[in-house]
């Protein structure tokens, strides 16, 4: 791989000892300050990524930048080695026609909220303490990328019984997040405000990316 590829920079930022100085009110600030340009040379762990990408205009770098940022932060806090560790274990698996870096930076790139970044960055975290698997973290974050980040939100107010109360819509049930029908089945029946139910998906997104 070519070391100016954005992909490789991107996974090299992320087995970085240095992941752990990321400070969230700086680098937000600093981020906020790329409308002015300049300013990345003091987020090195940002800006080594960013550098090696062609923008067409101020706003998409600036954007590109937030991404990043709000992905890598939510990293910081697991030790080196178990970064190093998981990344490395799927680069060398044959299951994936990709690496790491590449399957990362494609998903980061499409995604258009700047809420997304932050849930990718937790479901990845997710996946290097092993509470999920690799495949669940891909599937899960291909659903997130095409699902209107408000919705997303709807699904965090379920209760023991799984019964959905805050909201539901057609895109939460059509990627299998949520159900409109109600199974009371050896269950207490629903308030009557009930939605709908969460499904184990919708569930697992709530408990690694939404918490």
């Given at each position: 791989?070519?070391p100016q590829n954005?992909?490789e920079?991107?996974e090299?930022?992320?087995k970085n000892s240095?992941?752990?100085s ?6 937000e600030l600093?981020?906020?300050?790329l ?5 990345l040379?003091?987020?090195p ?10 923008f067409?205009?101020?706003?998409n770098?600036h954007?590109s930048?937030k ?13 080196l080695?178990?970064r190093?560790k998981?990344?490395?274990e799927?680069n060398?698996?044959?299951k ?8 990362l930076?494609?998903?980061?790139e ?7 970044p932050?849930?990718?960055g937790?479901?990845?975290?997710a996946y290097?303490?092993?509470?999920i698997d690799?495949h669940?973290f891909?599937r899960?974050?291909?659903?997130i990328k095409n ?10 107010n379920?209760d023991e019984?799984?019964y959905l ?7 939460l049930?059509s ?9 009371a089945?050896e ?18 997104i ?5 918490k």
């Open positions: 791989m070519h954005p992909n920079k991107l090299i930022a992320i240095e992941l752990p990321l400070a969230k009110d700086y680098t600093a981020i906020d300050g409308m002015d340009d300049g300013i040379k003091d987020i762990l940002v800006g080594t990524v960013i550098g090696v990408m062609k067409g205009n101020s706003l770098k954007l930048a991404k990043l940022y709000k992905f890598l932060f939510e990293l910081q806090s697991i030790p080695e178990k190093i998981k990344i490395d799927i060398s698996s044959e994936y026609q990709s690496n790491v870096g590449e399957m930076f494609e998903l980061l499409k995604i258009e909220s700047d809420g997304k932050e849930i990718i937790k479901l990845f975290k290097i303490e092993e509470n690799f669940t891909l899960l974050s291909h659903i699902i209107f980040y408000y919705d997303l939100l709807l699904l965090k379920y019984n799984n109360y805050d909201g539901n819509t057609d895109q049930e990627s299998g997040l949520t159900s409109f029908n109600i199974n089945w269950k207490p029946e629903p308030k009557e405000n009930c939605k709908g139910e969460i499904m184990d998906n919708g569930k697992l709530v408990e690694y990316g939404l």
